[in-house]
């Protein structure tokens, strides 16, 4: 690697860490500025990433991610039960779980491809999420879900002080987990993890990973064994699921099974085609706006609507209303599915592409030499 | 005995809903070539057929309530009622197995629209793209129903004389004890029967000769001069009205709720994916074998030596045949070997 590629890549990580971490500045404006939305964000960010890792790269098209993200859950919720409330062994724990179940699903998922290895990874997320529900109860607690009670042993804690009054709060060396602090960790987490994508994006390892998604019989003529790369990125990738879980039941400890549910896993397929599968911000423009919008739109419901058409006279306001009603609060998801379809129609490179074409038609009509709109098609 | 009887029929009849649901998925994979994940919300559509068809039977009006002299009450009777006195009500009665003649002109109609409007751009896209698509477009199926029919299970009535269960316990010589829910019996007997139209259908009539020879080579016949994919419309709107049909007749046995579809379609891509792709007699023999595996897994005296397995034994039953049989039961050779 030269210097300049590492160069590029210091400058990248500096401008992104501002940006990241002055997120409740410039999210505050638009009313995203608060905590709960703000660790969202950061959370969903980790997983989308690590989705692209295998989704943008590979090729490989898991409906069962959401697997992963419940396992990290309850790992570190187990970890504060067990062994203290302090967060880094949790994260660390769940990574670790994470990534074992990954490469057990991923050595059986990945002997097939295409739409068999979707179909296989959906197999087992509904086989997980079922088996938390059922058998695993013990380990699970069933629909109630996984957690936190005074009784709870906390080995490590009570090595060095006596059980307190209440329910203790998540901490790291004493500072606690829940607001601001919790989406600075959370934010340092992402970094950290962004840089770790980068580093894969930009490297010969994630070289042939794209090689494996434009032809894979070629790369194996071509003398290399792909399995291994493929088991490789489909672990790290649940590895930064089940950090994303783990970071999940940081900022609020608890877990449940719905989690793993594979529509779970289809939101996270959503948003990284939203923003751009297989570039290095897409995943994160996509988690931003849906989960940006999500919070908007849910909180929207038919008297905000009326105040907001309230310009228009009356019929027309009424048919606005009714028209758009079914769009905002709890339909939500019907605004999501119809974005989804558009997006997949028209647009199968997200909105990175969208801004690709967008700056090429701009560069176009700069240059008069070239009619504008050639270059869009390509 | 008995025990094993009851469940191979509970077998059956679940095996029934899956083969339908798998028989239209597989024929528009063999057909068109298209991954199509709505097709559970095309089941659930047909399920809130049968509701909305009730829905219409019983518009009521309010009428003042004799039976009731001590203050005004009111009740809500149906203008079927109405006017047509005794036959009204026994028509609202039947209103489940009538609500057919609204299932399959809607099904049939969403289904050719679909496939016109969505489907028919992704003929050339990757199976991923079309996977993508599809399942959008369920979340929208799915969300409009739920806005229209709110979140909550309906209940579906079957019509009173089939309510009750059947004592076949005594028609085949067993214990008398054992019964069997008239309405189940129905089903398995409906899904057989629309199970042997379809293939009757492909096997005897000239467009079903069209359609099997497209699904072997799709270019060739184009080349006859026959438009496919004028016949391929047709066959993604027969697939919609099989689903439909198989969810129609399964409101009485699961109360219709906006997101039944999902948890179908999960199973259902299993059960064609273990029958083999593009295979339609590996769909049904898959479906009907998944089925009976389930419900016999579901017995307690299996439970308790492997707890759990009623839960999971579709999926490692996939996973197995996945691993040990790639192109499934009854896959032909070529159809989607990667």
């Known amino acids: 690697m030269n210097f300049s590629e590492t160069g590029n890549n210091l400058k990248l990580m500096l401008i992104f860490s501002a940006v990241i971490l002055t997120m409740p500045l410039w999210l505050a404006p638009i009313g995203a500025g608060y905590p709960d939305l703000l660790q969202k964000f950061v959370i969903f960010g980790i997983f989308a990433i ?98 936190l009670s005074q009784q709870d042993p906390r080995i490590i804690d009570r090595a060095f002080s006596t059980a307190g009054e209440g329910l203790p709060s998540t901490e790291l060396f004493g500072i606690s987990m829940s607001g601001y602090s919790g989406f600075y960790f959370c934010a340092v987490v992402l970094i950290i993890a962004f840089f770790f994508s980068l580093k894969i994006f930009r490297s010969p390892f994630g070289m042939k990973l794209q090689a494996i998604k434009s032809n894979q019989t070629r790369m194996k003529y071509t003398g290399f064994n792909t399995r291994p790369y493929l088991m490789t990125a489909f672990i790290i990738s649940g590895m930064y699921a089940g950090l994303a879980g783990a970071l999940m039941a940081v900022t609020d400890p608890l877990a449940g099974a719905e989690r793993m549910q594979w529509t779970a896993s289809g939101e996270v397929v959503l948003m990284t085609i939203l923003g751009g599968v297989g570039t290095l911000f897409g995943p994160l423009l996509g988690v931003g706006i849906i989960k940006y919008f999500e919070n908007i739109f849910s ?18 306001e009424s048919l606005m209303v009714t028209i758009t009603a079914p769009f905002v609060g709890e339909g939500w998801h019907l ?28 560069r176009h009509q700069g240059d008069d030499n070239d009619p504008p709109g050639e270059g869009v098609d390509q | 005995m008995d025990a094993i009887f009851l469940q191979l029929l509970n077998g059956l009849d679940k095996g029934g809903a899956y083969a339908l649901i798998a028989l239209g998925l ?16 095309l089941f659930m559509l047909g399920a809130f057929c049968a509701v909305t068809f ?36 026994t028509i609202i009665d039947w209103a489940l197995p009538l609500s057919i003649l609204l ?29 993508l698509v599809t399942f959008g477009f369920a979340i929208v199926l799915q969300e409009i129903i739920r806005h229209f029919f709110g979140a909550n299970p309906i209940p579906t009535p079957a019509p009173d004389i089939v309510s009750g269960s059947a004592p076949i316990g005594a028609w ?36 079903g000769m069209v359609v099997r020879a497209g699904m072997q080579d799709r270019e060739m016949v184009a080349m006859l001069g026959i438009n496919v994919e004028r016949k391929f419309t047709i066959v993604f709107g027969l697939a919609a009205t099989v689903a439909g049909l198989a969810g129609m007749m399964y409101a009485p046995i699961l109360p219709p709720d906006y997101h039944m579809g999902m948890d ?40 308790s030596i492997l707890p759990g397995i009623d839960q999971i034994i579709i999926y490692l039953v996939a996973v197995l045949i996945l691993l040990t049989r790639p192109r499934g039961l009854m896959g032909r050779k070529g159809v989607m070997e990667e």
């Open chain 2, 264 to 303: 179908f379609l999960v199973l259902s891509f299993v059960v064609v994916v273990v029958g083999g792709m593009g295979s339609l007699p590996g769909a049904v023999a898959a479906g009907f074998l998944l089925g009976i595996l389930q419900s016999f897994a579901s017995m307690n005296e299996i439970k």
């Open chain 1, 50 to 147: 690590g989705y692209n890792i295998l989704f943008g790269l590979t090729g490989y098209l898991s409906f069962g991610h959401a697997v992963f993200l419940g396992i990290g859950s309850y790992t570190a919720v187990w970890s504060f039960k067990l062994l203290t409330m302090n967060v880094l062994p949790a994260i660390l724990l769940a990574t670790i779980m994470a990534g074992v179940a990954a490469a057990l699903i991923g050595y059986i998922s990945l002997r097939r491809s295409g739409i068999y290895f979707s179909i296989l990874t959906l197999a087992f997320a509904q086989m997980s999420y079922n088996l938390a529900y059922s058998v695993l109860t013990p380990i699970t607690n069933g629909e109630t879900g996984l957690q």
């Open chain 2, 172 to 207: 085949l010589g067993l214990s008398e004890s054992l019964v069997y829910p008239w309405w189940r019996i129905i089903y398995l007997l409906f899904s057989i029967t629309v199970i042997t139209l379809v293939f009757a259908f492909l096997q005897l009539t000239t467009f």
């Open chain 2, 54 to 89: 009730q829905k219409l039977l019983t518009i009521s009006l309010k009428v003042r309530d004799t039976s009731i002299t001590f203050f005004e009450a009111y009740k809500e009777q149906p203008y079927l009622e109405i006017w047509f006195g005794e036959l009204g009500s």
């Open chain 2, 103 to 131: 299932t399959i002109p809607v099904m049939l109609l969403v289904g050719l629209a679909m496939e016109r409007g969505l489907i028919k751009h992704f003929y050339k896209r990757t199976h991923a793209e079309q996977i």
């Open chain 2, 26 to 41: 597989t024929l528009v994979f063999g057909t068109l070539g298209v991954v199509n994940f709505a097709h559970g919300a």
């Open chain 1, 299 to 316: 909180a929207i419901n038919e008297e905000t609507l009326h105040h907001l058409f309230s310009f228009l006279p009356g019929f027309l």
């Open chain 1, 335 to 362: 605004t999501l599915g119809v974005l989804f379809m558009v997006i997949v129609i028209f647009l199968p490179g997200g909105i990175m592409e969208g801004m690709d074409r967008i700056k090429k038609r701009f």
